[in-house]
């Protein structure tokens, strides 16, 4: 018979790479964490892990393991977590891997009235602009623009079509003006985002002009790819290119500033997916009728 709490660790550790963060994440300490590993490689005679002073990675068998099993553990938590469909409340985490736009615009407005309504429902979010696999690193669900994903997918209209905006404040264009086209914006303070650490390039910029597909590359003054980046247009820093409906109520009220709007480009809607191969448990299946837009 396996010593299951072994497993549950070697797959914490698998996912993190990390002793310390597994460690804080099963309520170990970090050597305690390593001690078990090496009584497991002892016992199985296999090396586990590749070690440096920085960082762990697993060795081609163990990764090959990890793979194989972490579906199995994953079903096994799903099916625990299905029990909670028999209280009288729905209790239940739920991890979502979404954009920061999903999450600031779509995900928290949606879903806030539900984790009032039922404060046993665990919500986590984790914001990542770089598209995840969500079954391999432990997420019930992933946001995407459109609906192209795996076979294995099922994918759910969350909002409307995106439409993206340049936006600037009132007080930024009385003193630098307004471009008059695209290529007018290299003449003015930009801010811009980066998809993620790992990718060191600024996000491009596209715009549509007739049928032609336009794509900037801004040279940002500022760059940061989270809600901070409207409230360095707010603070008068700049011009951003960001989801029109992340600013519609700004616009609207006069705060924000939309510009060229005649060249906004349009992609499909965001759709929320994950595995249908699955059972899901009501608590899944209200966090997926809270999000889901009927017509697009």
Not at 217 to 246: C, E, Y
Request: proline share 5%; with cysteine.
């Amino acid at each position: 018979m396996q010593n299951f709490n072994e497993l549950n660790y070697f797959l914490t550790l698998a996912q993190t790479q990390s002793f310390v963060k597994a460690g804080q994440l099963l309520g170990i300490s970090s050597s305690a964490l390593s001690h078990s590993m090496k009584n497991l490689e002892t016992r199985l005679n296999l090396r586990l892990l590749n070690r440096t002073t920085r960082n762990v990675s697993l060795t081609e068998a163990w990764q090959q393991f990890f793979e194989q099993l972490f579906p199995l553990y994953q079903a096994i938590n799903h099916e625990v977590d299905a029990l909670g469909d028999f209280l009288d409340t729905p209790s239940g985490l739920i991890r979502i891997n979404a954009p920061a736009v999903a999450a600031e615009a779509v995900l928290y407005p949606k879903l806030m009235p539900i984790l009032n309504q039922y404060p046993e429902i665990r919500l986590e979010i984790v914001v990542d602009n770089c598209w995840a696999d969500i079954v391999k690193k432990g997420f019930d669900m992933g946001v995407r623009l459109g609906n192209d994903v795996a076979k294995e997918m099922i994918a759910v209209p969350i909002s409307e079509p995106l439409k993206m905006a340049l936006v600037a404040s009132p007080d930024y264009l009385a003193q630098h003006g307004s471009p008059k086209n695209i290529d007018d914006l290299q003449q003015h303070r930009l801010i811009g985002a980066k998809l993620s650490a790992a990718h060191g390039a600024e996000m491009q910029w596209e715009f549509k002009d007739k049928k032609e597909l336009i794509t900037f590359t801004p040279k940002s003054q500022f760059s940061i790819n989270n809600h901070l980046r409207l409230q360095a247009v707010s603070d008068d820093l700049g011009i951003a290119w960001v989801a029109h409906m992340s600013v519609a109520d700004a616009i609207h009220s006069g705060e924000l500033v939309e510009l060229l709007p005649e060249y906004a480009i349009t992609y499909d809607p965001l759709y929320l997916y994950y595995p249908g191969r699955r059972r899901h448990s009501n608590v899944f299946k209200l966090i997926v009728d809270a999000l889901r837009v009927e017509a697009v």
